[in-house]
């Protein structure tokens, strides 16, 4: 089964052609960080425009790469949610066109269930039952995955995402915007033990994350440097924060698999594709005897193939969209 993948949730443009869930033949990313960095995060209505501007060309490229044509094809699989309404609906309408005119299945996806999918992409011995933590933009997620498209949330964030505290940081610190993969860089030439900054509690689940009280004692410690005329070293406070965000994900991840006894653990979203992340789940999941597995970070991020390989799962299971597919900005997991 041949699937072409459209993603267009946030500012990204991207389309893959993905053959039975796992062998990518193509992966377009066509980026707007540079047209959004002039604003220090995205702006949904230009975000909109530029997918506009792309959407076909990246489609065509992705087809092109894969050195198909939509006759080829078997069905179109697309991001409906959850994102931005309207750079959602510029995919799901380019999706729908295509289907409509080439006569194919049309599969809407989860934005998430692609994240989590990314991992069968370089991963082709990997089944569930497996544990999740899917830290991006948005979200912060400890999740079972039970089978394909079935999934238990044991925990998630109360306020920020982990990814939107380290854009938050990054531009309090100056580093601007994307700040993920810049605090990652120059956290490598600070002290992560310099500063202590406190892990936040919370009440409900234990599993779920707090990331706002850890964002405003980064802040707080700007402001008291500030006053007291204390100059501030960047790589250090990056660092510091960094660790605070990664210990509070490794520990919450590794109770979970004490609880669950997974044998299996996965992470996904832009930030598994953070070094010290990465470094730290790896080494805790081997002291415990248990296969760990990260995509690739070009397939953290967003792209499409994850989109593919997501939608394969959907297909299998006959799942298919109508010409009312619309675009959901909320979306949960596990729901249709
Ligand atoms: P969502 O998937 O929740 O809808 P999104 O699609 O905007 O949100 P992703 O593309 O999955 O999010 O990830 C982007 C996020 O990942 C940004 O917040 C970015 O700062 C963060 N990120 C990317 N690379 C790194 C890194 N190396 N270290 C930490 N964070 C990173
Ligand atoms: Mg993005
Ligand atoms: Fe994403």
């Given at each position: 089964i041949r699937i072409l993948g459209i993603e267009s949730s946030c500012d990204e443009t991207a389309a893959a052609v993905v053959v039975n869930g796992r062998d990518v033949r193509s992966n377009i990313i066509s980026s707007q960080i540079d047209i959004h960095t002039l604003y220090g995060g995205v702006v949904p209505e230009i975000a909109s425009r530029k997918h506009i501007e792309r959407v076909s060309q990246v489609v065509e490229k992705a087809l092109e790469d894969a050195q198909m044509?939509?006759?080829?094809?078997d069905a179109v699989g697309v991001t409906y949610?959850?994102?931005l309404i309207g750079p959602l609906l510029v995919g799901v309408s380019a999706a729908k066109a295509i289907a409509w005119a080439k006569d194919l299945p049309l599969v809407g996806v989860h934005h998430i269930e692609g994240h989590i999918s990314a991992n069968y992409i370089e991963n082709k011995e990997l089944e569930p039952p497996f544990g999740c933590l899917i830290v991006s933009g948005g979200h912060t997620h400890l999740v079972l995955?039970?089978?394909?498209?079935e999934y238990e949330i044991l925990g998630k964030t109360c306020d920020d995402a982990a990814g939107e505290a380290f854009d938050k940081v990054a531009r309090a610190i100056g580093?601007?915007?994307?700040g993920g993969p810049k605090i990652d860089k120059v956290s490598r030439e600070g002290d992560a033990d310099a500063i202590v900054f406190p892990q936040g509690k919370v009440r409900g689940s234990e599993y779920d994350f707090s990331f706002s009280g850890l964002k405003s004692a980064v802040l707080n410690y700007l402001n008291e440097c500030h006053m007291k005329r204390e100059e501030i070293c960047v790589p250090d406070v990056a660092a510091s924060f960094q660790k605070a965000v990664v210990d509070v994900l490794v520990s919450h991840a590794m109770r979970a698999v004490e609880e669950f006894h997974f044998r299996k653990f996965a992470i996904a979203g832009g930030?598994?594709?953070n070094s010290a992340l990465r470094h730290a789940m790896e080494q805790a999941c081997q002291e415990r005897g248990v296969a760990f597995y990260r995509p690739s970070p070009i397939l953290c991020t967003d792209n499409a193939a994850m989109i593919g390989a997501a939608a394969y799962y959907d297909y299998r299971k006959g799942i298919r969209s109508d010409w009312s597919l619309n675009a959901i900005p909320n979306l949960r997991l596990g729901e249709r």
């Amino acid at each position: 089964i041949r699937i072409l993948g459209i993603e267009s949730s946030c500012d990204e443009t991207a389309a893959a052609v993905v053959v039975n869930g796992r062998d990518v033949r193509s992966n377009i990313i066509s980026s707007q960080i540079d047209i959004h960095t002039l604003y220090g995060g995205v702006v949904p209505e230009i975000a909109s425009r530029k997918h506009i501007e792309r959407v076909s060309q990246v489609v065509e490229k992705a087809l092109e790469d894969a050195q198909m044509t939509l006759d080829d094809i078997d069905a179109v699989g697309v991001t409906y949610g959850p994102g931005l309404i309207g750079p959602l609906l510029v995919g799901v309408s380019a999706a729908k066109a295509i289907a409509w005119a080439k006569d194919l299945p049309l599969v809407g996806v989860h934005h998430i269930e692609g994240h989590i999918s990314a991992n069968y992409i370089e991963n082709k011995e990997l089944e569930p039952p497996f544990g999740c933590l899917i830290v991006s933009g948005g979200h912060t997620h400890l999740v079972l995955v039970k089978d394909y498209g079935e999934y238990e949330i044991l925990g998630k964030t109360c306020d920020d995402a982990a990814g939107e505290a380290f854009d938050k940081v990054a531009r309090a610190i100056g580093l601007g915007y994307p700040g993920g993969p810049k605090i990652d860089k120059v956290s490598r030439e600070g002290d992560a033990d310099a500063i202590v900054f406190p892990q936040g509690k919370v009440r409900g689940s234990e599993y779920d994350f707090s990331f706002s009280g850890l964002k405003s004692a980064v802040l707080n410690y700007l402001n008291e440097c500030h006053m007291k005329r204390e100059e501030i070293c960047v790589p250090d406070v990056a660092a510091s924060f960094q660790k605070a965000v990664v210990d509070v994900l490794v520990s919450h991840a590794m109770r979970a698999v004490e609880e669950f006894h997974f044998r299996k653990f996965a992470i996904a979203g832009g930030v598994a594709s953070n070094s010290a992340l990465r470094h730290a789940m790896e080494q805790a999941c081997q002291e415990r005897g248990v296969a760990f597995y990260r995509p690739s970070p070009i397939l953290c991020t967003d792209n499409a193939a994850m989109i593919g390989a997501a939608a394969y799962y959907d297909y299998r299971k006959g799942i298919r969209s109508d010409w009312s597919l619309n675009a959901i900005p909320n979306l949960r997991l596990g729901e249709r």
